[in-house]
């Protein structure tokens, strides 16, 4: 059961990165788009 659990944290994490990247992209301003990425990379 722990794999499995693991597993679909892992997909809903990638949901929730996509879900962030898709935001610091629409984002305009480079500075709010690199803290974004590095509250992703952080997670």
């Known amino acids: 059961m722990k794999y499995i659990d693991t597993f679909?944290?892992?997909?809903r994490h990638v949901r929730?990165?996509?879900?962030?990247?898709a935001r610091a992209n629409s984002v305009?301003?480079?500075s709010m788009r690199d803290e974004?990425?590095?509250?992703?990379?952080?997670?």
């Open 36 to 43: 974004l990425l590095v509250i992703a990379q952080r997670r």
């Open 16 to 21: 929730a990165l996509r879900d962030l990247y």
């Open 28 to 30: 305009g301003s480079p």
């Open 8 to 11: 679909l944290n892992r997909r």
